[in-house]
């Protein structure tokens, strides 16, 4: 039987945007035959159990989770990396595996997401050569909503420009001008209300104590935080637990590191650190994608075309075995847009209930419209907006060159002279 793992689209270079996605891939790769399994580049989590990607299909059962994937394998197929590991490795192992969710899941978060010039610049762009046109107004806000709640208790909202500019008081709060001095300050760059001399005190004013510089000690001791014991683990050993060959645990390692490594991402702070203070690691990382992924460039171009059966895997000398995901009906897809983006949040909340004391075994009515009602409307906006798109799609497709809509809105007959419609349509801007 084909199993079949269903991962977020790949980006910089890499299988997948998603650190657990990347690891499950490198995994199967090493372990299960090329013709026993088959990759879906998808963007709909919903049919997960856990509403997640990764998602290992194998005929009615669904598996979800890095980890989760690994215990299956092994249980059922024997595809088991950890077989040779010595009872102190596994508990290694859990160990590590906690670590990382720990310490390089927030980390990670931060560097493509929580940033916003990491995110507006590079993983914004990346999730579009990824997703349908329509989902691109919901699930990169998702993912990046949930990763900053994931961090919101290591203080590093500032990285965070309009975040940070929505805190601002005074005059000019809210402008053009306001959002492009807090640019500048987050890029570090004095505001020109600052005085010209570079002052290095941490007081009221100084270079140490601004938001940029605070963010920055603290980026750089959490990226610490990660490399420092990663590197005292592998010390002189070509992996992370020994052993001649690549563990479970490299494969996650693997998946939290290359996206850190290969992102290119403007403030690269990891990329720096790992460069300049943690070589090994950089060799390391390098070596695993030789051996786990066979260097292989993924182009997210080449993966849409198959992903959408316009093309095989095969026509573009593919080492992964990717193929088309199952067609998804786009009035479902496109309502549940308008129904996330369109509809008023006060529509999308829990319903105020009225209790009385004379009825309170009858069933409380509600303030807000019903299920009923808000799906109709859903639909009807999905309908109408369809149209509209229709619409413009022949509008820009007619050969009419010139004001088509006016040309259109002409009568034949001039029955409105009198009321002077004729004249009012010819003064209009052509």
Known sequence: MVLTLHVWGPAFGLP??????????????????????????????????QGELPLLVDVENK???????????????????????????QQDRTALISFL????GPLVDLYLYVSSENYGTTTSAAYTAILPWHTNYTIPPKRRDLAKSRTAHLG???????????????????????????AKRAAGIPSEDRPPALHMGRGKGGLLSSPLYAARFKLDALSNELLQPLADQLGTKDYVLGGDEPSSCDSLVFGYLALLR?????????????????????????????ELLQNEKISPADVWSVATGKAAASDFGMQLPWVSRQPKAFLPQFRAVVHDGILPHALQSSPTVKHGHHNASKSADSSLPSPFAINTL??????????????????????????????????????????????FLSALPR
């Open 63 to 89: 598996i979800t989770g890095f980890t989760n994937i690994v215990f299956y394998l092994r249980e059922n197929y024997s595809y088991n990396l950890d077989a040779n590991l010595t009872p102190k490795q």
């Open 262 to 290: 290969y992102a290119p991402v403007p403030q690269a702070w990891v990329k720096e650190a790992i460069r300049q203070k943690f070589p090994r690691i950089d060799v390391y990382i390098d070596r695993l994608r030789g």
């Open 156 to 182: 590093l909202s500032s990285l965070d420009v309009a975040e940070a500019s929505e805190d601002t008081r005074g005059p000019g709060r809210g402008t053009a001008t306001s959002e492009y001095e807090a």
């Open 16 to 49: 997948s945007i998603d650190p657990a996605c990347i690891a499950a891939v490198a995994y199967l790769n090493r372990t299960v035959p090329r013709d026993r399994w088959t990759l879906v580049a998808d963007y709909d989590p919903a049919p997960s159990p």
């Open 101 to 104: 969710e720990y310490t390089a």
């Open 378 to 423: 859903a639909t009807v906006t999905t309908a109408v907006a369809v149209g509209l798109a229709a619409l413009a799609v022949q509008h820009r497709s007619s050969p009419r060159d010139g004001p088509v809509i006016f040309w259109a809105l002409r009568p034949l007959q001039p029955v409105f002279e009198g009321f002077g419609v004729e004249s």
